[in-house]
């Protein structure tokens, strides 16, 4: 039996007298759940981001009070940047680029009900919030949250006497381990949904390009995440069980960790860039009217670079002193691996390459995304080549480097796609005033907060220091750190007026079309919000891939993948 | 359609849907013990991690590894008397295996009980830690899938008339096995 007959044997549940526990809190409705993703992971960047402003006020004037967080002083910096990297990535960028988009989109996308197992999905999505709330609890604890860093080195992470922190630690690896269960359990459900659940004629060919980044950072998820889990029982066992894994006096090696992280956190750099980039894909063809360029050419660099991902993970240790003869495979992987991604690059740019650009918004963000995501893949190659690496590492180039890539995905590419299918999503259009104030703003703070960065790196400032006053060779250049921190000011301020424009919007936006953008992908063949079931009675079939815009001889310049979608005629 | 129809074709749906996700499962599953075991390995070569003749009782964990490889055996079993629909085979064959992971927990426990009483604790040195955190994931996997096989059992329902549920419970039963044939000769022979 195909996957088709499959999805369409599903009756739609008809449940209109919901409750509010059934519809927001117990809800199976992918939809509904990839709201409070987005909600949960909107909620968690206004911690990270207030803690990124405690850490940069301090920076910018040292051990002076922080307006609203008091006194910081060295601990409590290492509290800061240890916890505003794990929210960031593992509270922030994962729910909101998979556990939203990926939830929103795949069953909408390839023309299925819901996911493979709804009841899974909200499984998912509490456990992530168990987590949430145990990383949030972790800082009211004795002793205070963990301060090891964000990737946790033993020996510093193994034993309470060498931080102070004791079960702060602990509930931060508490805290990863319900985070990856839900994450677990959300790619198995992400890939059984795009195997099994795909409308008749949506071969694997005509995948929308959004779905093949989702399915490969779920894929690159679940082969990754092991090792780390592995460690992390091990490093648990090292502070609760007296074993000495991790800790060289008991006859242990704290290298080991670091392999165990890095396998794990590579691959987990594109498990966040891959739906942002997807994301982008889709916005590019919609707003430059064009087929995306190299279609099939994407998808192999897609899995290129993923298989690609799980070798380069000692660039991230050519000074930790593993065996050096290490360093030259590793440079050789990881600059391979801008390979595939320069093709990506490439193929957007050929894909805008005399379209009709519209700058609406969800464009913008996408163009944003190109650009800066350039800047981050361009410092990366220095920081691959192990000679400049030796140089570089630790310092805040590293830093302005990670930040590039990472917001450009995660801020950029996320926007791109919260604009573009905010109007599905809600029902509403986003304002499009305050929503050019909010791309512009960000555009520009976020560059003035970054682009220093790399100077001050290369001038010698070093990571996870508490007070650059300190050092003779960074205090000269105190300047790039004021500027820094006053221009995180406008771009956390920036971020505001996007919440506020969010909430604006959701009760006083114009009422959005089925179809605002003109595009060819299945959900937009939907009323805007999908009702539960997303089809009513009729479910959809595909007879053609997803980005015809602009076909000689058509009716209109876009063809939708659906069959008898209005907007399909024939020649005019 | 009429509802048998329509309810075979739900169950066919449901049985690719969960045959799916347990491979993709059982993948991220190899990763785990992957790690952990190149963990051993790595630690191994180095000369650090490992055991003097004597000190682990390769007897009784070569019995411990038939009594589980046995139970792997009823496992398929059971899953056949499912297709079949003998609900008493499957119930028989099923509790079967439930003995047959609740043995090899309790060998495995025998065992601890030895090597702690002979001081070899988790904090004991390098191998000792290893030894531990290894059969220890693999008991707590042993222990989801007697669980797991119980329930099937207790609720002959759940299993009859889907059998697909008795093949799923039997990919995690099988895997866990495989672990296992693993970590015997790397932990006791090696």
């Not at chain 1, 926007?415 to 555009?443: C, D, E, Q």
């Not at chain 2, 994931?137 to 609720?155: E, F, I």
């Amino acid at each position: 039996m195909s996957p088709a007959t499959l999805a369409a044997a599903r009756a739609p549940e008809h449940r209109a007298a919901a409750g509010f526990f059934r519809t927001y809190l117990y809800a199976t409705d992918h939809k509904m759940i990839a709201k409070q993703y987005l909600l949960l992971g909107l909620v968690m960047a206004l911690v990270g981001g207030f803690l990124s402003y405690a850490m940069r006020w301090q920076l910018a004037w040292p051990d002076t009070e922080v307006p609203g967080f008091g006194f910081v002083g060295p601990e409590t910096f290492n509290v800061l940047v240890t916890n505003h990297g794990t929210i960031m990535v593992f509270f922030v960028a994962m729910p909101i680029l998979l556990g939203s988009f990926g939830n929103f989109l795949i069953p909408l996308m390839i023309g299925a009900r819901d996911m493979a197992f709804p009841r899974l999905n909200a499984l998912s999505f509490w456990l992530l919030a168990l987590g949430s709330a145990v990383v949030v609890a972790s800082f009211f604890v004795p002793g205070g949250a963990a301060s090891a860093g964000w990737t946790g080195y033993p020996p510093l992470s193994a034993k309470t006497e060498y931080t102070g922190v004791d079960w702060g630690l602990n509930l931060w690896l508490l805290a990863h381990a319900i985070e990856f269960a839900a994450f677990l359990l959300g790619g198995v459900n992400f890939l059984t949904t795009v195997v099994t659940l795909r409308a008749p004629g949506l071969t694997v060919g005509r995948l929308p390009l959004v779905i093949w980044q989702q399915a490969t950072a779920a894929i690159l998820f679940l082969l990754s995440v092991g090792p780390l889990i592995a460690g992390a029982i091990m490093l648990l066992m090292d502070r609760l069980a007296g074993t000495g894994f991790f800790l060289p006096e008991r006859g242990g090696e704290p290298l080991l960790w670091q392999h165990l992280f890095w396998f794990f956190g590579h691959p987990e750099v594109y498990v966040v860039l891959l739906p942002a980039l997807g994301a982008v894909l889709e916005v590019f063809p919609v707003f430059s009217r064009k087929p995306i360029f190299g279609y099939r050419l994407i998808v192999w660099a897609t899995l290129v670079a993923g298989a690609l991902s799980f070798v380069v993970w000692a660039h991230h240790m050519f000074v930790s002193g593993m065996d050096p003869r290490l360093a030259m495979p590793f440079s050789i992987t990881t600059i391979l691996i801008s390979v595939p991604f320069a093709l990506a690059v490439f193929a957007m740019l050929a894909s805008l390459y005399r379209g009709s650009i519209a700058f609406e918004l969800p464009m913008l963000w996408g163009l944003g995304f190109l650009a800066m995501f350039t800047v981050g893949g361009l410092t990366g190659i220095f920081l691959g080549s192990a000679p400049a690496d030796i140089y570089l590492n630790g310092t805040y180039f590293v830093v302005a480097h990670f930040h590039y890539t990472l917001i450009s995905a995660v801020i950029f590419g996320g926007y791109a796609g919260i604009y573009y299918w905010f109007p599905k999503m809600f029902g509403r259009m986003l304002g499009t005033r305050l929503g050019h104030v909010h791309f512009w703003s960000t555009l520009v703070f976020f560059n003035l907060v970054f682009f220093p960065l790399h100077w001050i790196g290369i001038a010698g400032m070093v990571r996870r220091i508490a007070n650059p006053l300190q050092y003779d060779l960074v205090a000269p250049h105190q300047w790039i750190n004021v500027v820094s921190t006053v221009a995180l000011f406008g771009l956390i301020l920036s971020q505001l007026v996007f919440l506020l424009n969010f909430g604006l919007s959701q009760w006083r936006g114009r009422a959005a079309p089925g179809n605002p953008w003109e595009a060819a992908t299945l959900e937009w063949t939907t009323p805007s919000p999908p009702p539960h079931g997303n089809w009513g009675d009729a479910m959809p079939s595909v007879e053609r891939g997803p980005y015809e815009y602009s076909v000689p001889g058509a009716g209109r310049d876009w063809l939708p993948q659906r069959v008898g979608a209005a907007g399909a005629g024939g020649r005019s | 359609m009429s509802a048998a129809v329509h309810a075979h074709a739900e169950a066919a749906g449901a049985a690719a849907r969960g045959k799916v996700a347990v491979w993709w499962f059982l993948a991220s599953e190899v990763m785990l013990f992957g790690g952990l075991i190149s963990s051993f390995v790595v630690a191994r070569l180095g000369g650090a991690a490992h055991a003097e003749p004597g000190q682990l009782n390769v007897t009784v964990a070569a019995i411990n590894t038939f009594i589980l490889l046995s139970s792997s055996y009823t496992m398929v079993e059971a899953y056949a008397a499912a297709e079949r629909g003998d609900r008493r085979g499957m119930r028989l064959l099923l509790a079967l295996t439930v003995l047959g992971g609740l043995a090899f927990l309790g060998v495995k426990a025998y065992e601890y009980t030895g090597e702690i009483a002979h001081g070899f604790t988790p904090w004991a040195g390098p191998f000792w830690s290893f030894y531990y955190t290894l059969t220890g994931l693999h008991a707590l996997h042993v222990l989801v899938g007697v669980v797991l096989n119980a329930t099937l059992c207790a609720d002959a329902r759940l299993g009859l008339g889907r059998p697909y549920r008795v093949e799923l419970a039997g990919l995690y039963w099988h895997f866990v096995d495989i672990v296992w044939i693993f970590l015997f000769p790397l932990v006791y022979l090696s």
